[in-house]
């Protein structure tokens, strides 16, 4: 048993996808979320600028001594994710991984489409994630510019939405995909709207259902989880302001939302690269 808290954190927002599945799945757990929305967005980034910025957000955590560590955003996974587990002595796991596996299982026709952000996309993390676990597999990634910044303003509904879904969209209809992978936990959020869109015969994929999954195999192959007979809590840095941060996590936790307080990126800075 480890009453430690577990450590979470994301570009933004949307890693409180992830973070209330987790809640919902392991009631008994603390957590600490780390949103770095005055860094926000992390798509349009380099690989290099975005692994230092996971670094010096992993390397905070870790200070606060958590004993597990989920890199709830897929952009800095795929940036940095080997990478971190390389040089920091601490259990990682991150958002490609958990969501390729459970694709490669879901597909009846071996086609898997793949919506995330430019700089996931260009990684490859998820094609050479999903290839390793099934060489057959035909794989369409379609990167998404605009969709995580439109989702973290508020937007989940407007006719400019629908129709930037739309577009995403159809390249993986067209190549006749019958399972997606939201690769950004953004996405989550405009699921029934992805849906439709997609229609019935096409199943989603959501990190958030498959990041708190490997967390419970985690905690349990490792012998670290709380006491199951516990409440567990949670509390809330970000980089950016907190009222704001407040306002739209709220929609994306829908839970109770306080215990916030703000990290100043200076201070992350001065930890470095390693």
């Not at 849906?195 to 989603?204: A, H, M, P």
Request: include cysteine; proline fraction near 5%; glycine fraction near 8%.
């Amino acid at each position: 048993m480890d009453p430690r808290p577990i450590g979470m954190f994301d570009s933004g927002v949307g890693g409180l996808t992830v973070l209330h599945e987790c809640l919902v799945s392991h009631p008994h757990e603390d957590f600490i979320y780390l949103g770095d929305t005055g860094r926000f967005p992390y798509g349009p980034r380099s690989s290099e600028e975005i692994r230092a910025f996971a670094f010096q957000i992993a390397s905070h955590l870790l200070l606060l001594d958590v004993k597990l560590l989920v890199v709830a955003c897929n952009s800095a996974t795929a940036a940095a994710l080997p990478w971190l587990q390389e040089m920091l002595s601490a259990s990682i796991i991150g958002a490609v991984h958990p969501e390729a596996e459970a694709a490669a299982q879901t597909t009846r026709n071996r086609r898997v489409g793949i919506l995330a952000t430019e700089a996931t996309v260009a990684s490859g993390s998820y094609e050479r994630s999903l290839l390793n676990l099934d060489a057959g597999l035909g794989v369409f990634s379609q990167p998404c510019p605009k969709l995580a910044s439109m989702i973290q303003s508020g937007d989940v509904s407007s006719p400019e939405m629908v129709e930037t879904v739309k577009g995403y969209a159809a390249p993986l209809k067209q190549a006749g995909v019958d399972t997606v992978i939201l690769g950004c936990t953004h996405y989550p959020l405009v699921t029934p709207m992805l849906q439709r869109v997609f229609g019935r015969g096409v199943t989603l994929v959501n990190s958030a259902e498959e990041i708190a999954r490997e967390v419970g195999e985690v905690l349990e192959r490792r012998e670290i989880g709380n006491d199951p007979a516990r409440e567990g809590k949670y509390s809330f840095l970000c980089t950016g302001d907190v009222d704001t941060f407040v306002e739209v996590g709220a929609r994306f936790l829908q839970m109770p939302f306080e215990n916030v307080q703000r990290v100043d990126t200076a201070e992350l800075e001065r930890i470095g690269v390693a």
